[in-house]
DNA sequence: GCCAACGTTGGC
DNA sequence: GCCAACGTTGGC
């Protein structure tokens, strides 16, 4: 496998099923190395995007569907796209009949916390030049997974005061 | 392959 | 809770 730039990225998730405070816990409790996975996502071009991920890219962890929704911090890729097995599962609500385990359809990443950033809303990243190409703030989006640009990047981690390097 | 109907996302 | 925007499904 080629070595690549590391690339950054945009997730969403709703607080309530899983914020960055349960990624925290979830990475702590499994010393050194816990993670989560990121499961459920049921979306071609979210999945697509994942599949790019690999192993030390930088992830923003934003909150949806809740008020504000914004960046509340930062993950890191740990393992790169694999079969999500809740598609497999009758009883799990990411159920898809139609994917076959010989030919997934779905993937999902593992992700571990990085830092917490203080909490930049949306209004915020909406309201600073730098960001308006992101897709984040375009009306409309409901893109879940997203590629973000390195500048947009390090100015997120910047406006949240967070201390993620970035090379 | 078109497109109307339907379901979902997610800000407000 | 509303609803605009978007994605998916399925009849033709």
């Known amino acids: 496998m080629a070595k690549r730039a590391r690339m950054y990225w945009l997730m969403k998730s709703e607080p309530d099923e899983y914020s960055i405070d349960d990624l925290q816990r979830d990475t702590d409790e499994c010393c050194p190395r ?4 990121w499961d459920g996502v ?3 071009q979210a999945r697509n995007f994942m599949r790019e991920m690999a192993v030390g890219d930088l992830v923003l962890f934003y909150h949806s ?6 960046v509340a ?7 790169a796209a694999y079969p999500d097995h809740t598609q ?9 009949p139609k994917s076959k ?8 990443v593992d992700l571990q916390y990085v ?4 909490f930049i809303s949306l209004a915020t990243l909406k309201d600073t030049p730098a960001l308006a190409e992101m897709k984040v703030v375009q009306k409309g989006s409901r893109l879940s997974v997203q590629p973000v640009r390195k500048a947009e990047f390090k100015a997120v981690v910047k406006l949240g005061k967070g201390k993620t390097r970035v090379r």
């Open 34 to 37: 816990g993670r989560c996975s």
């Open 42 to 44: 049921r979306n071609y």
């Open 65 to 70: 569907s809740t008020k504000p929704p914004g």
């Open 73 to 79: 911090g930062v993950a890191e890729v740990c393992r």
């Open 88 to 96: 497999f599962d009758p009883k799990s609500k990411y159920y898809d």
């Open 101 to 108: 385990e010989a030919e997934p359809r779905w993937s999902m």
């Open 115 to 118: 830092e917490h950033l203080a």
